[in-house]
């Protein structure tokens, strides 16, 4: 059979085993052993096909370093077995026989990228909201609300800077009606005007980038969490592990990015906030183009696609975060009317004193 990969350890290793989404299969060897892995890929062609299907299985095997019996000598290696969840507290139970070994560590099998350091610190937040309310999807929802509670500085920060673009909007129009055949003189009055007025033009985007990795940190999290699967939330939606299901169809639909057979609603629903995201939101962003304006208009038709098939726990963050978003905008529209009425209310005062 043919060998796409074969790879060994030229190393001890402490343990060694395949792992899936939320389940692992390891094999620990006594440490006196010194045993190395191999690791073997092999392709899954199917009956009377000639080319491979392109995910190979994987073999894995411990690889124990040869030895010399004598007539009527016997010798025994003992090995552990782990087959089950990627749950840190069992993993945590499992160490090396001998108290005086080296820790063997085996919740390095739960990988959570590059963002893990971050994650581990949302997991522990996550399994504590859990231990309190005793619903997973709950927790997601209070810590989609810690998160949008953390960033709220930067999200005011951003919504101030786009504030101020969109105040500048008629005189950089102004600019480049006056400017319009000639582009470098158009730049550097663009750039006085920004610099006059206080204006970071890329002050609505900089306060977004600490956002990015509690993202990340949460998708990774959302996907990877053992807790998630078979875990139940409300109604319809008991498998937060797998898309929320209302009832199936008597057919498929199949679709470029998925396809259709059964009814779920929390992607509908997610389609439908974020449209209300857009109509909140859409309007503080001054320097839109017609081209974007038209593509925005279909993303939540193309989210409920995207979505359809996914988890129903990412599923359920990605619609409570828009509905968190939706009343942080709101508040912030209403704060900064509250301002502007305010300001006008002083300057009218001003001029009825000075007219007196």
């Known amino acids: 059979?043919?060998?796409?990969?074969?790879?060994?350890?030229?190393?001890?290793?402490?343990?060694?085993?395949?792992?899936?989404?939320?389940?692992?299969?390891?094999?620990?060897?006594?440490?006196?052993?010194a045993a190395t892995y191999r690791l073997t890929e092999t392709p899954n062609a199917s009956a009377g096909a000639d080319v491979a299907v392109v995910a190979p299985t994987e073999t894995v095997g411990l690889v124990v370093p040869g030895f010399y019996l004598?007539?009527?000598?016997?010798?025994?290696?003992?090995?552990?077995?782990?087959?089950?969840?990627?749950?840190?507290?069992?993993?945590?139970?499992?160490?090396?026989?001998?108290?005086?070994?080296?820790?063997?560590?085996?919740?390095?099998?739960?990988?959570?990228?590059?963002?893990?350091?971050?994650?581990w610190g949302m997991l522990w937040l996550f399994q504590g909201f859990h231990a309190i309310f005793r619903n997973y999807g709950l927790s997601i929802i209070l810590l989609t609300a810690l998160v949008k509670v953390i960033t709220y500085p930067f999200t005011r920060k951003a919504h101030a800077s786009m504030k101020k673009m969109q105040k500048l909007q008629p005189e950089l129009l102004e600019l480049k009606e006056k400017y319009r055949d000639d582009p470098q003189k158009l730049n550097r009055a663009t750039m006085r005007l920004y610099k006059e007025n206080g204006v970071n033009p890329l002050g609505g985007c900089i306060p977004w980038l600490p956002q990015i990795p509690l993202f990340?940190?949460?998708?990774?999290?959302?996907?990877?969490?053992?807790?998630?699967?078979?875990?139940?939330?409300?109604?319809?939606?008991?498998?937060?592990?797998?898309?929320?299901?209302?009832?199936?169809?008597?057919?498929?639909?199949?679709?470029?990015?998925?396809?259709?057979?059964?009814?779920?609603?929390?992607?509908?629903?997610?389609?439908?906030?974020?449209?209300?995201?857009?109509k909140f939101v859409g309007n503080m962003t001054p320097t839109t183009d017609n081209t974007q304006m038209k593509l925005m208009q279909f993303m939540p038709i193309i989210f409920i696609f995207i979505f359809y098939n996914w988890a129903s726990g990412f599923v359920l963050y990605w619609l409570c975060n828009n509905v968190?978003?939706?009343?942080?905008?709101?508040?912030?529209?209403?704060?900064?009317?509250?301002?502007?009425?305010?300001?006008?209310?002083?300057?009218?005062?001003?001029?009825?004193s000075k007219r007196k």
């Not at 004598?70 to 993993?91: M, N, T, W």
């Not at 939706?326 to 209310?345: P, V, W």
């Open 70 to 119: 004598a007539s009527q000598q016997k010798a025994s290696h003992e090995f552990r077995l782990y087959v089950g969840p990627k749950d840190d507290k069992i993993l945590k139970t499992i160490e090396a026989p001998n108290a005086t070994e080296v820790p063997l560590h085996l919740s390095k099998v739960i990988d959570f990228g590059f963002f893990a350091p971050l994650v």
């Open 216 to 278: 990340f940190a949460l998708f990774s999290l959302l996907g990877g969490a053992v807790e998630l699967r078979g875990a139940p939330f409300l109604l319809w939606i008991q498998d937060l592990s797998a898309p929320d299901t209302l009832f199936e169809l008597p057919f498929t639909i199949p679709l470029i990015v998925t396809q259709i057979d059964a009814v779920r609603l929390l992607p509908i629903i997610n389609g439908l906030t974020t449209w209300l995201q857009q």
């Open 324 to 352: 968190f978003t939706i009343a942080q905008q709101y508040l912030q529209n209403r704060s900064a009317t509250d301002e502007d009425l305010s300001g006008s209310a002083d300057t009218k005062k001003r001029n009825t």
């Open 1 to 33: 059979m043919h060998k796409l990969k074969d790879e060994q350890a030229l190393t001890t290793v402490l343990w060694a085993g395949l792992d899936s989404q939320y389940f692992s299969a390891l094999m620990i060897p006594d440490p006196e052993i």
